[in-house]
């Protein structure tokens, strides 16, 4: 009995020793895996494309508006004829806008309609107080009538002055559509 009291006294000792002079095992390292954001949504093409037609119409006459002014010689007296001309090309423009605008079908985007109808509000409003200007101009006797043609001018670019943003009332910060169709719009981010 004493040998297997040595003998287990000595498996002890050395269980014991072997025990503590072992370091705890360190944890095997943990892997994170995280998984990259979603990609944003491919744009509708059909979003795509009726954003671009809205993007075509309001930057047109903004580019087309910003030539003329341009071309517009300064220190020009001031005469019937000038102011008809200027009169007659605000027309034309805006009128140009409101056809592309009206040529739009149903949005696909939300506030698309809304949008739509913000803009042919404005450039509308533009286009006839460009045309009434030049008739009261035409009906007016010799040079009388230059204020009211003055009036009208300035007053036919400041219908559209609010108008100038196509996205604006889109609300595209709001709208991951809206954002994705203007992004593949081409027109939608003109040179000028």
Same mark, same amino acid.
């Given at each position: 009995?004493?040998?297997?009291?040595? +003998?287990?006294?000595?498996?002890?000792?050395?269980?014991?020793?072997?025990?503590?002079?072992?370091?705890?095992?360190?944890?095997?390292?943990?892997?994170?895996?995280?998984?990259?954001?979603?990609?944003?949504?491919?744009?509708?093409?059909?979003?795509?494309? +009726?954003?671009?037609?809205?993007?075509?119409?309001?930057?047109?006459?903004?580019?087309?508006?910003?030539?003329?002014?341009?071309?517009? *010689?300064?220190?020009?007296?001031?005469?019937?004829?000038?102011?008809?001309?200027?009169?007659?090309?605000? *027309?034309?423009?805006?009128?140009?806008?409101?056809?592309?605008?009206?040529?739009?079908?149903?949005?696909?985007?939300? *506030?698309?309609?809304?949008?739509?109808?913000?803009?042919?509000?404005?450039?509308?409003?533009?286009?006839?107080?460009?045309?009434?200007?030049?008739?009261?101009?035409?009906?007016?006797?010799?040079?009388?009538?230059?204020?009211?043609?003055?009036?009208?001018?300035?007053?036919?670019?400041?219908?559209?002055?609010?108008?100038?943003?196509?996205?604006?009332?889109?609300?595209? *910060?709001?709208?991951?559509?809206?954002?994705?169709?203007?992004?593949?719009?081409?027109?939608?981010?003109?040179?000028?």
């Amino acid at each position: 009995m004493r040998s297997t009291l040595r +003998w287990l006294t000595a498996l002890a000792a050395c269980l014991f020793a072997v025990g503590c002079s072992t370091a705890p095992q360190p944890a095997p390292p943990t892997t994170t895996v995280t998984q990259p954001p979603p990609a944003p949504p491919a744009p509708d093409p059909q979003a795509v494309a +009726w954003m671009d037609q809205l993007c075509g119409a309001v930057h047109g006459y903004r580019i087309a508006n910003n030539e003329r002014s341009k071309q517009s *010689e300064s220190g020009t007296v001031v005469t019937k004829k000038v102011l008809t001309e200027h009169l007659t090309q605000l *027309e034309e423009l805006a009128g140009k806008t409101v056809r592309e605008l009206e040529a739009l079908p149903a949005s696909p985007l939300p *506030e698309g309609d809304a949008a739509k109808q913000h803009f042919l509000q404005k450039y509308t409003t533009s286009r006839d107080i460009a045309a009434e200007g030049k008739r009261k101009l035409a009906a007016a006797g010799g040079e009388s009538g230059l204020e009211a043609g003055l009036q009208a001018m300035q007053d036919s670019q400041n219908a559209v002055s609010d108008a100038y943003d196509p996205l604006a009332p889109l609300k595209p *910060e709001s709208s991951p559509a809206v954002t994705a169709a203007a992004a593949g719009a081409k027109k939608c981010a003109p040179a000028s």
